[in-house]
Nanobody
Framework: QVHLAESGGGSVPSGGSLRLSCTVS????????LGWFRQVPGKQREGVAA???????YYADSVKGRFTITQDNDKSILYLQMNKLKPEDTAMYYC??????WGLGLPDYFVDWGQGTQVTVSS
């Protein structure tokens, strides 16, 4: 069983930066993909960034050039470096993983989820 745990959320002013972390525990295959999603109340959960088993990365258009997804060599920690934050980035951010899906698609494609960490960006 895979367990994902996010940390690093907080409150920052517009233009600020945060780095989210996701600790991955449990047995995972080399093909295991990891991603970040976010959700605001009343809206659907949306993909932010993902990294697949080959290390290829995917980003939502809204965060390209501002956010960077990385992971350590043994995939035990996933990061999301968020720069030039905007108020519209305010959301609960979730770490997600899947052993077979590669890409940044619908949340339904990912089977493992963390509990989330809140990011609030003030204007």
């Amino acid at each position: 069983q895979v367990h994902l745990a996010e940390s690093g959320g907080g409150s920052v002013p517009s233009g600020g930066s945060l780095r989210l972390s996701c600790t991955v525990s449990g047995a995972i295959k080399p093909s295991y993909s990891l991603g970040w999603f976010r959700q605001v109340p009343g809206k659907q959960r949306e993909g932010v960034a993902a990294i697949d088993g080959d290390g290829e990365v995917y980003y939502a258009d809204s965060v390209k050039g501002r956010f960077t997804i990385t992971q350590d060599n043994d995939k035990s920690i996933l990061y999301l470096q968020m720069n030039k934050l905007k108020p519209e980035d305010t959301a609960m951010y979730y770490c997600a993983g899947d052993p077979t899906y590669w890409g940044l698609g619908l949340p339904d494609y990912f089977v493992d989820w963390g509990q989330g960490t809140q990011v609030t960006v003030s204007s």
